[in-house]
């Protein structure tokens, strides 16, 4: 083992048996033999990570993950590189050999596989996913021609680079800009793109420079990958790509978009101010001073507001567990869902899927009914526990959509007037929700739902004419799921 405070390496003398590539404990075996533990504690977001290993490593990634070619880099007089649109085999050949670059996306069936898979192993949990329902992540093939080199840039995803066929020398240099929104990419010209990060880098660092000084050897690390080598770099470190002189090269990256705090927070905050009329108040103004007035008193209304708020509200148990689709796990106890849907209704979803937007992608239904929770000892309600409704939440019947505006008959569902639809952070600037989960109760907490939907302060279970099982079973779902937040 070679290591410094940039990057540590590692070479696997012993390869024979290495562990195949899948979406079982893909982290692991990606940086094997280095223990999990290790790499999460002192590389992850920290510094680089380097192992060499056998050519045959990656052989089954070659076959499965080449695809969707569409997009190759061309130089510029000004040494500048461009991205032009590749529409056919022919194009991608001719400009391979004029000596240009070739990106590529890897099959959808391998990114669908691995990247969360390895979100869910690097604890990126409901961030795995956008509000929109899209990967944070991507895996891209990078086919470089001899002698391609890409100068000194930094990225703001983390990184995952294996090396498939020929070499390539990588140069790698800290950064002072930890945890970056956007890269720093000076060989792309377009203006808009380099004043937009140096704005954003210069909020960590008033001086920091768009062109890098490198210095002398001493100042950077270089390393050569080889077929089988896995080089992990974390999001703002800085490094210079260089292609063989003599050999072509190919590599495949796993790259993962973090979710900064800053976004869950700031979504979470304009959603609960949309609730006062002084925050949405449309912007009028005619005098400086006036507008500083009505800019000062909200200022004063925000500290008291957000004093609200709890982790709870802002985070529910449900999304922190399940992600913002809401999908449910066989082995959760606080879910269950109909497992008796019959071919036709799942046809009928298959068909109709591609029609649906992200406001009508169908969650699984969560019964809330089912035995299974009613006689689960694990779900205990205390009659003295008290809870309030969470401001970031809104729950609505089903019913209360007009039916001409159903996207298509709710055939999973016995009975809709029973079938509540619950959207959890919907602050997003598209006002698209962080979680939506749709449930179904029982007659019997249908009337205890409706007295909560009702109430407006704080309350305890005893405020129930009755403390039933099915109501223990209704209070425990509604604080996992983020419509209640327990007080006390």
């Known amino acids: 083992?070679?290591?410094?405070?940039?990057?540590?390496?590692?070479?696997?003398?012993?390869?024979?048996?290495?562990?195949?590539?899948?979406?079982?404990?893909?982290?692991?075996?990606?940086?094997?033999?280095?223990?999990?533990n290790t790499f999460k504690s002192?590389?992850?977001?920290?510094?680089?990570?380097?192992?060499?290993?056998?050519?045959?490593?990656?052989?089954?990634?070659?076959?499965?993950?080449m695809c969707n070619l569409d997009q190759a880099w061309v130089l510029t007089k000004e040494k500048?590189?461009?991205?032009?649109?590749?529409?056919?085999?022919?194009?991608?050949?001719?400009?391979?050999?004029?000596?240009?670059?070739?990106?590529m996306r890897s099959s959808e069936e391998l990114a669908s596989l691995l990247i969360p898979a390895l979100a869910k192993d690097l604890g990126m949990g409901f961030t795995t996913t956008s509000v929109f329902n899209e990967l944070n992540g991507e895996i891209e093939i990078f086919c470089g021609k001899a002698g391609h080199t890409t100068d000194w840039h930094f990225d703001f995803m983390g990184n995952f680079t294996l090396q498939l066929q020929g070499t390539k020398t990588w140069k790698l240099k800290k950064s002072n800009i930890p945890h970056p929104v956007r890269g720093c990419t000076p060989h792309y010209k377009t203006q808009d793109v380099v004043e937009q990060q140096l704005k954003l880098h210069r909020l960590t660092d008033p001086n920091f420079g768009y062109n890098p000084q490198m210095g002398t050897e001493e100042d950077y690390i270089s390393i050569t990958l080889q077929p089988?080598?896995?080089?992990?770099?974390?999001?703002?470190?800085?490094?210079?790509?260089?292609?063989?002189?003599?050999?072509?090269?190919?590599?495949?990256?796993?790259?993962?978009?973090?979710?900064?705090?800053?976004?869950?927070?700031?979504?979470?905050?304009?959603?609960?101010?949309?609730?006062?009329?002084?925050?949405?108040?449309?912007?009028?103004?005619?005098?400086?001073?006036?507008?500083?007035?009505?800019?000062?008193?909200?200022?004063?209304?925000?500290t008291k507001r957000i004093d609200e708020l709890t982790p709870a509200d802002i985070l529910p148990e449900r999304l922190l567990m399940h992600g913002r689709d809401g999908q449910l796990n066989q082995d959760d106890i606080h879910d269950s869902h109909d497992d008796n849907e019959d071919d036709s209704d799942e046809e009928e979803n298959a068909n109709e899927e591609d029609e649906h937007?992200?406001?009508?992608?169908?969650?699984?239904?969560?019964?809330?009914?089912?035995?299974?929770?009613?006689?689960?000892?694990?779900?205990?309600?205390?009659?003295?526990?008290?809870?309030?409704?969470?401001?970031?939440?809104?729950?609505?019947?089903?019913?209360?959509?007009?039916?001409?505006?159903?996207?298509?008959?709710?055939?999973?569902v016995q009975d809709v007037e029973k079938l509540f639809i619950l959207n959890i952070g919907f602050g997003h600037a598209s006002?698209?929700?962080?979680?939506?989960?749709?449930?179904?109760?029982?007659?019997?907490?249908?009337?205890?739902?409706?007295?909560i939907i009702a109430i407006k302060s704080a309350f305890t279970p005893k405020d129930f004419d009755k403390w039933t099982r099915e109501t223990q079973v209704l209070l425990h779902f509604l604080c996992h799921v983020g419509y209640l937040t327990k007080l006390k």
């Open 228 to 302: 089988g080598t896995m080089l992990y770099f974390p999001g703002g470190m800085w490094h210079r790509v260089e292609c063989a002189d003599d050999q072509d090269s190919i590599s495949m990256n796993l790259s993962m978009f973090s979710t900064p705090y800053v976004d869950v927070m700031t979504d979470a905050l304009r959603n609960f101010l949309l609730k006062s009329d002084a925050w949405r108040a449309d912007v009028y103004y005619h005098s400086v001073q006036e507008a500083h007035d009505h800019v000062q008193m909200l200022l004063n209304d925000l």
């Open 431 to 451: 006002y698209t929700s962080c979680m939506r989960v749709e449930f179904v109760v029982s007659d019997a907490q249908l009337p205890t739902l409706k007295k």
């Open 357 to 412: 937007d992200q406001d009508d992608v169908e969650n699984n239904v969560v019964d809330l009914s089912d035995p299974n929770l009613l006689t689960d000892s694990t779900i205990v309600v205390e009659p003295s526990a008290q809870f309030r409704l969470n401001p970031l939440a809104n729950l609505m019947a089903f019913t209360d959509i007009p039916s001409i505006h159903h996207t298509r008959p709710r055939l999973d």
């Open 1 to 36: 083992m070679v290591g410094n405070d940039i990057v540590t390496i590692l070479h696997e003398n012993d390869s024979s048996e290495y562990p195949s590539f899948d979406e079982d404990d893909i982290l692991s075996k990606l940086v094997h033999p280095l223990p999990l």
């Open 42 to 65: 002192d590389y992850l977001r920290q510094k680089a990570l380097v192992i060499h290993a056998a050519p045959t490593r990656f052989e089954q990634l070659i076959a499965s993950g």
């Open 80 to 103: 500048k590189i461009e991205s032009v649109k590749v529409h056919s085999v022919q194009e991608a050949l001719t400009l391979h050999r004029a000596g240009h670059s070739l990106y």
